[in-house]
């Protein structure tokens, strides 16, 4: 463009015909570089647009020499490079809210593993005295049933009598919630 010092001296003085003259000499040439990084046609007119706005809020800034070319591609390509990063971080958030999700259901699932816990104790606590001592040691406290017998001084045929007896019964009341 022949007088382009001209066009950008009148520009940062605020002149409007110079922005359009500006804008029409270039909005081609700042599309098809904006259809290079974006397939998609409105995506990259919103680009051509966000850069010719940010011409002229900051033509106060521009210099005469400036090379205006070299300044719309730049600022087309950090305006998409942006996008690009903020698509990535509402990306990265979607997922964060998604694992929140999951993570909210394994609280659930928690919640109601401790909800059946509650409700298991309460059918032990139905037990007989000595077989619910006999069925916590071995569930609760992980003992075998030799170390039960022996320190309940029992057998081990009894011990495993008095669990198989708890198990049963625990089947039994288990769904009468």
């Known amino acids: ?16 015909d110079a922005y359009t003259i500006l804008y ?19 995506e990259a007119e919103e680009v051509v647009q966000e ?24 600022i087309t390509r950090n305006i998409i490079f942006n996008q690009h990063r903020k698509r990535l971080n509402e990306t ?3 997922m964060a ?18 909800n059946l816990s509650e409700h298991i104790d309460r ?13 916590n040691l071995s569930r609760k406290e992980n003992k075998s049933y ?6 309940l001084n029992i057998s081990e045929k009894t011990v495993e009598n008095q669990i198989a007896e708890s198990l049963k019964y625990l089947k039994k009341n288990l769904y009468s919630l």
């Not at 030799?146 to 320190?151: P, R, T």
């Open 24 to 42: 029409k000499h270039y909005w081609r040439q700042t599309y098809s570089f904006s259809r290079l990084y974006l397939k998609d046609t409105k």
């Open 97 to 114: 809210f998604l694992a929140g999700m999951e993570q909210s259901y394994d609280i659930e699932k928690e919640i109601e593993a401790n």
């Open 123 to 135: 059918i032990i606590a139905g037990l007989p005295p000595r077989r619910r001592e006999i069925f």
């Open 146 to 151: 030799k170390e039960i017998a022996l320190l």
């Open 51 to 74: 850069v010719f706005i940010r011409i002229w809020e900051s033509r106060a800034m521009l210099q005469e020499n400036e090379n205006l070319k070299g300044l719309l591609f730049i």
């Open 92 to 94: 990265a958030c979607k």
């Open 1 to 16: 463009m022949e007088d382009e010092k001209i066009h950008i001296k009148a520009l940062i003085q605020g002149s409007k």
